[in-house]
């Protein structure tokens, strides 16, 4: 069964730093791309990050590019966001999806909340 | 960026009712569109993958189509299980984007 599972979600204040970790099971990760995608409280789903199979090609949207980055660890079947300069509109759960082979998330993790706050 | 148009934003159907759910995109995304549901507390569940193609443990009440750059998801006989918000997404090109969500609630 494919398992994803998040952590690292918590209260932070803005201009600070925040890792996020997914835990996957069930599959062989280092055969999928991967990626997060957050979603503001009462709000729809936005893309976050994309990382390919071996780690070497990553894409963002420009509302996180140049403050998050996505990594990940093949031999621990790990995958990363971090997220620097946070600002309150970063507020969100953060699901941790896997690609199904095409541009599509056919797994999703149950989330983690992030909350950007003084 | 690509806009993905949903409507409606909310929905009141009645059990057994055929229930219909649109999404426009701003440009020509092939068949590249999927659409997702999100039951109340949980993650989005993918539905409906490359237009029309259910994804895997779907009931076959739900179906999708297309028509120019109108997308439709349709379930035909809507059951109390169904009761959720629905997302489209286009996967033509980044950054990939959602629909907005139409809220499906039991009339």
């Known amino acids: 069964e494919v398992q994803l599972v998040e952590s690292g979600g918590g209260l932070v204040q803005p201009g600070r730093s925040l890792k996020l970790s997914c835990a996957a099971s069930?599959?062989?990760?280092?055969?999928?791309?991967m990626a997060w995608v957050r979603q503001a409280p009462k709000k729809g789903l936005e893309w976050v990050a994309t990382?390919?199979?071996?780690?070497?090609?990553?894409y963002y949207p420009d509302s996180v590019k140049g403050r998050f980055t996505i990594s990940r660890d093949n031999a621990k079947s790990s995958l990363y966001l971090q997220m620097n300069s946070l600002k309150s509109e970063d507020t969100a759960t953060y699901y941790c999806?896997?690609?199904?082979?095409?541009?599509?998330?056919?797994?999703w993790g149950p989330g983690t909340m992030v909350t950007v706050s003084s | 960026d690509i806009q993905m148009t949903q409507s409606p934003a909310s929905l009141s159907a009645s059990l057994e009712e055929i229930v219909t759910i649109t999404c426009q995109a701003s440009?020509?995304?092939?068949?590249?569109l999927a659409w997702y549901q999100q039951k109340p507390g949980k993650s989005p569940q993918l539905l409906i993958y490359?237009?029309?193609s259910l994804a895997d443990g779907v009931p076959s009440r739900f179906s999708g189509s297309r028509s120019g750059t109108q997308y439709s998801l349709k379930i035909s006989r809507l059951q109390v299980e169904d009761i959720g918000i629905y997302y489209c997404?286009?996967?033509?090109?980044?950054?990939?984007?959602f629909g907005a969500g139409t809220k499906l609630e039991l009339k």
């Open positions: 069930g599959f062989t990760f280092s055969n999928y791309y």
């Open positions: 440009q020509n995304i092939g068949n590249w």
């Open positions: 490359g237009t029309t």
């Open positions: 990382i390919s199979t071996s780690g070497s090609r990553t």
């Open positions: 997404q286009q996967a033509s090109s980044t950054p990939y984007t």
């Open positions: 999806a896997r690609y199904s082979g095409y541009w599509y998330f056919d797994f």
